[in-house]
T-cell receptor
Framework: GENVEQHPSTLSVQEGDSAVIKCTYS??????FPWYKQELGKGPQLIIDIRSNVGEKKDQRIAVTLNKTAKHFSLHITETQPEDSAVYFCAARTTGNQFYFGTGTSLTVIP | ETGVTQSPTHLIKTRGQQVTLRCSSQ?????VSWYQQALGQGPQFIFQ???????GRGNFPPRFSGLQFPNYSSELNVNALELDDSALYLCASSPTVWRGQETQYFGPGTRLLVL
């Protein structure tokens, strides 16, 4: 089955700096990679996603890059704000339409 | 808000008991997936229902079972509860299983505590 690894597990940045979270996956057939933000006591919220036929996608301060050859994808948040503080999860969708999640990155943005 | 609702929000059970959790999908979505999220971990896939049929299952024992109804709402049933079943149970709905429309939207979850 698919195995998704996520790094780092915790990340602290100064407000205004950039944050980068990296994930690797094992199943070359995986074709869809969403990123979720989870705040305390809430369910995961989709923030951006990318499909396997695209190398990069950007939405305002958030961008995701995908390297299919190396089987890794990354989340980039620029100009971080205190409200970006949360736990972020990457996920990979396999051909069986099953989603496998990373173990999460706790991001703290220091004002 | 995703439009996915779950009930109850919190639940306390004792070991050996049975529990039923409920999920109402976002309007227009025919696919529901259930996940177990232990504290400090990522969601773990339990199973998925597409048009009332199970459409994939993760590495969970048979005492985890589910149903999807004609209105695409869903239930997760867990029998013979164990202490390790204590977790946040998440439901996610998506428009369908087909590529390009598989984006999942999560509900707020049900927090289950087994004593």
């Amino acid at each position: 089955g698919e195995n998704v690894e996520q790094h780092p597990s915790t990340l602290s940045v100064q407000e205004g700096d950039s944050a980068v979270i990296k994930c690797t996956y094992s199943d070359s057939a995986s074709n869809y990679f969403p990123w979720y933000k989870q705040e305390l006591g809430k369910g995961p919220q989709l923030i951006i996603d990318i499909r396997s036929n695209v190398g990069e996608k950007k939405d305002q301060r958030i961008a995701v890059t995908l390297n299919k050859t190396a089987k890794h994808f990354s989340l980039h948040i620029t100009e971080t704000q205190p409200e970006d503080s949360a736990v972020y999860f990457c996920a990979a969708r396999t051909t069986g339409n099953q989603f496998y999640f990373g173990t999460g990155t706790s991001l703290t943005v220091i004002p | 808000e995703t439009g996915v609702t779950q009930s109850p929000t919190h639940l306390i059970k004792t070991r050996g008991q049975q529990v039923t959790l409920r999920c109402s999908s976002q309007s227009g979505h025919n696919t529901v997936s259930w996940y177990q999220q232990a504290l400090g971990q990522g969601p773990q896939f339990i199973f998925q229902y597409y048009r009332e049929e199970e459409n994939g299952r993760g590495n969970f024992p048979p005492r985890f079972s589910g149903l999807q109804f004609p209105n695409y709402s869903s239930e997760l049933n867990v029998n013979a509860l164990e202490l390790d079943d204590s977790a946040l149970y998440l439901c996610a709905s998506s428009p369908t299983v087909w590529r390009g429309q598989e984006t999942q939207y999560f509900g707020p979850g049900t927090r289950l505590l087994v004593l």
